[in-house]
C-alpha cells in the first residue's frame, strides 16, 4: 500500500532544480564534446600529413637516382 505521508516541499523544489540543471547544461556539454572530437581529428590529420611527407622524402633519393640511371643507361 502506498505511503501518503507529504513530502517536504524544500526537498522536492531541490530535486527539480537539479534536474533543470542537468538539462540547461546539457547542449554546453554536447558542443564541448563536439569541439573536442573535431580538434582531435584535426589534429591526428595533421600528424598523417607530415608522416607521409616524411616518407616521401625518404623515397625521393631512391628515386632520382633511379631516374638518372635510367636516363645515362
Known amino acids: 500500500m502506498a505511503d501518503s ?3 517536504n ?3 522536492t523544489d531541490a530535486v527539480t ?5 542537468v538539462l540547461g547544461e546539457s547542449p554546453a556539454q554536447a558542443m564541448g564534446s ?3 572530437i573535431a580538434a582531435q581529428a584535426n589534429g591526428i590529420a595533421m600528424q ?3 608522416s ?3 616518407n616521401l622524402n625518404q623515397l ?3 628515386i632520382v637516382a633511379k ?3 635510367m636516363i645515362t643507361g
Open 5 to 7: 505521508t507529504k513530502v
Open 52 to 54: 607521409n611527407q616524411n
Open 60 to 62: 625521393n633519393p631512391s
Open 17 to 21: 532544480q537539479s534536474n533543470v540543471k
Open 48 to 50: 598523417n600529413a607530415v
Open 67 to 69: 631516374a638518372i640511371s
Open 9 to 11: 516541499e524544500q526537498i
Open 34 to 36: 563536439l569541439y573536442q
